[in-house]
């Protein structure tokens, strides 16, 4: 088990615990606990690690469990339950829950202790950790929120016993990105350890969760507002991954539309002047090596070029007509350029048909 300290505001430390009994941390908290887990995890595996005052709630996940009315209901069980700002708040389940049950620790009261605990892959090396939190209104995805760093992070990897291959591969399209954009020794590590990452090796997957949160972390660190143009690197992939998301309907697998994404993305910071030779080439092997889609002939449904174009014409990062943009310019390494939507729009273009 690995645990480490991370220091992202002069407020308060982060606590990590990465490993395969990592959810004993919760007996160190003696203070009020109210636990919100998602209803596909199973809580017999979590009541060993609960002492003292506690209360079990679980709640919907996906994008019901994001609508802000459910938000209201759930900071009532806070209200009704006495607690304060001396007490915690526990996410447990995937990327909605931890949105959700981020965003309710950090309104009510103005702050409650919250620990995120993710039970996916994708939410141990990417969604759990940040502290942005996103709830829907009227129909718009993530328009409500608050940046709130949760005071810990369990990642326990006995959650991904159980855990699909594919649930696992899905995950690893944003531990790729890392490797690409930020962290040379991931991507090597990858690249020599395919079968023992994907056969879920516990000492395996506890270097690669940890490496992922260090990533992000030492990101969000020096640019946790996303003021300085930083944190934008976190994007890599995602500006055309989106606009495939959207293009399908939403039925493409966010692992999956950002893996195309990342190859799109590459080859139009090659074709622009940015990349050295062999990033494509790089990028492509070590997504296949992964068995993740490179382009969208791969994917389960078409993509709609005219929707996935608008969706791009509308991306919230979009400011006076150009998005900054996270090129990879070699393996763990970038630069952040200004792309005018409308040669974006053309690039995109030719990597969607």
């Not at 829907?136 to 810990?152: D, L, S, W």
């Not at 039925?251 to 590459?266: K, Q, R, T």
Request: with cysteine.
């Amino acid at each position: 088990m690995i645990r480490f300290s991370e220091s992202i505001t002069s407020q308060q430390d982060i606590d990590v615990v990465v490993g395969e009994n990592a959810l004993s941390y919760l007996r160190e908290i003696q203070n009020k606990k109210a636990i919100f887990y998602s209803s596909s995890v199973n809580i017999d595996f979590i009541k060993p690690h609960l002492e003292g005052e506690y209360t079990l709630v679980p709640i919907k996940d996906g994008e019901e469990a994001k609508d802000i009315q459910y938000s209201l209901e759930l900071l009532k069980v806070l209200f009704d339950g006495g607690f304060d700002r001396g007490d915690y708040v526990i996410a447990i389940g995937g990327g909605s829950v931890t949105d959700t049950v981020g965003f309710i620790a950090s309104t009510y009261m103005r702050g409650l202790n919250l620990i995120n605990v993710p039970t996916t892959l994708l939410g141990m090396v990417d969604a759990g950790i940040g502290g942005k939190n996103g709830v829907n209104f009227g129909r718009i995805k993530n328009i409500i929120g608050t940046f709130y760093q949760p005071r810990a992070i369990i990642a326990d990897l006995r959650f991904l016993i159980s855990l699909p291959s594919e649930e696992v591969r899905k995950g690893l399209a944003e531990v790729i990105k890392y490797g690409l954009v930020l962290d040379k020794e991931l991507y090597d590590f990858l690249a020599l350890n395919k079968n023992s990452v994907l056969s879920k090796d516990p000492e395996s997957l506890e270097y690669v969760v940890q490496r992922s949160i260090q990533d992000k972390l030492s990101v969000v660190k020096e640019d946790e507002r996303e003021t300085k143009g930083v944190r934008i690197v976190l994007n890599f992939g995602h500006t055309i991954g989106h606009a495939i998301e959207a293009g399908s309907g939403f039925s493409i697998p966010h692992g999956y539309a950002i893996s195309v994404g990342m190859v799109c993305e590459a080859k139009i910071a090659e074709e622009m002047g940015y990349s050295e030779e062999g990033v494509v080439e790089d990028s492509v092997w070590i997504l296949s090596h992964y068995n993740l889609p490179i382009s969208i002939d791969e994917l389960s449904s078409k993509i709609d070029l005219k929707e996935a174009l608008f969706a791009l014409s509308k991306d919230k990062k979009v400011r006076n007509g150009v998005l900054l943009m996270p090129f990879p310019t070699r393996i763990g390494d970038w630069k952040r350029v200004e792309v005018p939507i409308e040669t974006l729009k053309g690039f995109a273009e030719q990597c969607l048909k």
